[in-house]
């Protein structure tokens, strides 16, 4: 996956570098005897996360797509399957996505569409109903585009420990928020989600086992509110099953 946060348009020659680099050294991609790395449709996935934001960002929609068209088109480059990290409200281009009127066009290109959710919406009984709307016309606009859809899920979301007692905060509910999620999703027909995030401390968003008792210092820490230590590995591993059908979505 290549983050485009904090970049430049100037940076993506390097970018383009570095991708000849893994391909060069590494055979990344193209080594017959590789049956680890992730392929879709036939081909190894990379994923380009940041494209289509309305933040100030130093980088345009034209150079996100110089970089997907090097990845999935060049002759020698290329040959890739797509993923893209867009905004959650890319579709309707409000809020946290671009107006630019280029913007589907260039989403077009993508094999996957992967709208980043967190903090997207809040910890409320009804917001299921929302996020299951927002994801069935989400996936009805891929189907029609030939495109993968892969929601993002998250277990809750705080930036406390970095910013203090009144910054945002997404309460976890004890794993309740992050399975409402799952039936949601599962509801509006998606197989696969994307789990933000197995270590992201910062946010508050990290599922990899974690003590309720951490050595810290003057900053807040948000515990896993006394259950097990990888009791979010678990609750992941059961909304896989929901999601494939495994399971009764109750």
Not at 53 to 80: C, H, Q, V
Not at 90 to 107: F, I, N, Y
Not at 199 to 225: H, L, M, Q, R
Request: with cysteine.
């Amino acid at each position: 996956m290549y983050d485009l946060s904090g970049l430049r348009d100037g940076d993506f020659e390097r970018l383009a570098e570095d991708w000849k680099q893994l391909r060069r050294r590494m055979q990344l991609g193209t080594d017959p005897n590789d049956s680890a790395y992730l392929q879709l449709k036939g081909k190894p996935l990379v994923a380009i996360w940041g494209v289509g934001f309305s933040e100030d960002r130093d980088y345009t929609l034209k150079k996100a797509e110089w970089f997907i068209r090097l990845l999935k088109y060049n002759p020698e480059w290329g040959g890739m399957s797509i993923m893209l990290g867009v905004p959650y409200f890319w579709r309707e281009q409000t809020r946290d996505a671009s107006a630019d009127p280029q913007l589907h066009s260039v989403l077009k290109l993508a094999d996957v569409l992967s709208p980043w959710s967190v903090g997207r919406y809040r910890n409320g009984q009804t917001e299921a109903e929302e996020i299951m709307q927002h994801q069935q016309a989400d996936r009805a606009w891929c189907v029609k585009q030939n495109v993968e859809y892969l929601p993002v899920l998250w277990p809750g979301f705080s930036w406390q420990n970095l910013t203090g007692k009144k910054s945002a905060a997404v309460p976890r509910d004890g794993g309740k928020f992050l399975w409402r999620q799952f039936k949601a999703t599962a509801m509006a027909g998606s197989r696969a989600a994307y789990i933000a995030m197995f270590d992201e401390i910062d946010e508050g968003t990290a599922i990899f086992k974690c003590t309720n008792d951490p050595p810290v210092g003057a900053s807040e820490f948000k515990t896993y509110e006394g259950l097990p230590s990888d009791h979010y590995l678990w609750l992941c591993r059961e909304g896989g099953r929901l999601l494939r059908g495994e399971l009764p979505n109750r």
